[in-house]
């Protein structure tokens, strides 16, 4: 679970302290620091002045290249050309800099990852196969152990012991690697949405049962989680209604109300993402004759919305994947 440090409070912190810590600017972006401080070694994407001695002060100006950098990869932009590229459209303020380093061409090897291995700790064995699979891009290799990962276990297992430590092992790696790895994570992610989304087509949802609409808030990529929500609805029986990544906020007040969903799940990756008005509003719409309205329960997931769920009232907030599925499959069977 995130902590919940406040928009204000850091708002606050960047005034009375000339700017947030490596670790809060983590928190709003929804990255690890490690993953921040890799950015600043390797591609220059640190503050633009520091007090030697003294831990790195990030300001305002500093996150918005860090946010512009998150954007661009979000996207499928290598981080090089990402850092690159948030460095140029910021390059006026910072005159005297050097362009980032570039990271040295590695030796490439057919079928061989270069020795290296992903940082996965203690996993199940199928976990590290379909790991050792993804970094040889072996593509049948990965479909065959999902699908049968997906087969063999519920989905919730196989989501948060098998499928989420391959894909955070391969994050992990791509950023501590620059350039590297980046399309090891392109093939497990689509391997990953392509497995999921047959589980979802084998759904046989309820008749006329209403459906949970699921969409990633405006300017959000990361589309995975809400597939997995999807399948596991499916499985349930339960309706589905899929908009996938960036759904613009007029789309989607659109769809909300076109639907009539029992629920609207929006998932947000990192605070540059969670749009709170979007949210009051998704809390505030109801449709339907007067004195009969109907509402959809609001669902606010994934790490981005930390800082603002508290605030929305309405507004409900799962911490897992089984934890939405639960909740889902109460409200659309109620």
Known sequence: MTTDTGEGR?????????GLSTGAVARQLGVAPTTVRSWDRRYGLGPASREGGRHRRWSARDIAVLERMCSLTATGVPPGE???????????RRPHEAAPAQSPAPEIRPGAPGGHGLPLGKVRA????????AVRLDSPEVERLLAAALADLDLVEAWDE???PALRAVGRKWASSGERYVEVEHLLSWQVSSALRRVTAQG???PGGRPVLLACAPGEQHTLPLEAVAAGLSQRSVPVRMFGAAVPAGA???????????AVVVWSQSGSTAQRDVAAVLCASEWGVSGARTAPAVVLAGPGWATHARHLGGSLRPHSLKDA???????GTS
């Open 252 to 262: 989607l007040f659109e769809a909300v109300r076109r639907v009539g969903p029992v």
């Open 82 to 92: 990402a850092a690159r590229q948030a460095l140029a459209e910021d390059r006026p």
């Open 10 to 18: 850091e708002t606050a912190d960047i005034t009375a302290h000339g």
């Open 204 to 206: 046989r949802p309820r």
């Open 325 to 331: 599925l639960d909740l889902l499959t109460g409200l």
């Open 126 to 133: 199928e976990c590290r196969g379909l790991a050792r699979a």
């Open 162 to 164: 098998i499928i989420i």
